[in-house]
């Protein structure tokens, strides 16, 4: 398949916080953007990733050399129930791009070239490194955070410059995004379809509303601050999912005491991802930050009736399992890779979390059996 042309009048530099430059073409829109330098595994799905909200404030790395080759769907385009149809937010949600190759694309359903997309969006990429070096680089010395600039070629800046703009931004970890993903008022949908669960929105994927509305729940999604009411224009809240998002979930104090509300507790109640994370924090457990996190479709999860199935995830905390003594919640599922936690439940049965991502946009659903576990305690509420 023919490449792109890349522009020539760009060029694109990501430098590294331990000093590690890298110097390649430039693409999307020209700036500069600081970040949490992170890699994904994933072979597709590059619109589904580029919008999840778990990636605001990182500079997200492609591990599959090419990309491109079906563009970007059309933006617009809604689904039965009113939701991002082919995209998991509204926006691109990352600070910047790496990838190591371009393509034309050649898709019917294609509506801009990812060049294109990201300069409207006014995300600036680096294409043509050694994302291979790149990703080796970061699984040895772990996630750090990045400056990315695009800009003329015959202007490229000096390391010093760059790492100068670097120390002038914020930390990923005490960055709180909640005012860029998190909406700012309740919405309900669809009404009428079945019982009510309350969604608290900490940046929440567009899969996660989708599949509990197509196992005919209704849906209350909430900002991630706001009280869960016990009923909601007269209809009785009968569950409670917590879903991803990004940052470091101990930053995210309003949710964590809203979760330790006996009401709210008392609640059948469904974490995902950052929302495994906070539930867990709620009860008395503690989070950690992991050395390069957990992104990409193929991800193994072992339960303890035997079964090994494949998800999708995107994290970069997780749950300490020492700390759930006295929290009430038991191990639920493992990472085989690394042995950290993959999921708890609570010893009365109210309560279900997993790290990885059930809904599987992009990637496996496998785990989809949890979203029907959760709907079968929600009807019994």
Known sequence: MPRDPVRPELAGTLLLEDGTRFDGAGFGAPSSKVGEVVFTTGMVGYPESLTDPSYRGQVLTFTYPLLGNYGIPPQKARDEFGLPAFLESDEVQVRGVVVRGLTRPNHWHSERTLDRWLADA???GIVGIDTRRLTEHLRSRGVVRGVLEVGPTDDRPSTEELAARMRRAPQYGGENFMPEVAPRTP??????RGPLVAVLDCGIKASILRALLSRQLSVLRLPFDHEVPDR???RKVAGL??????GDPEILQPTVEELRRPSTR???TLGICLGHQLVSLARGATTFKLKYGHRGQNKTVCFPDGRALIVSENHGYAVDPTSLKSTGLKPWATNPDDGTLEGVRDTRGRLLALQGHPEGHPGPQEAGFVFDLFARKVRKA
């Open 122 to 124: 006014g995300v600036p």
């Open 241 to 246: 999912l917590v879903g991803n998002g990004p």
């Open 266 to 268: 008392a609640l059948p």
């Open 187 to 192: 919405t309900l949908y669809p009404a009428g």
């Open 232 to 234: 909601w224009e007269g």
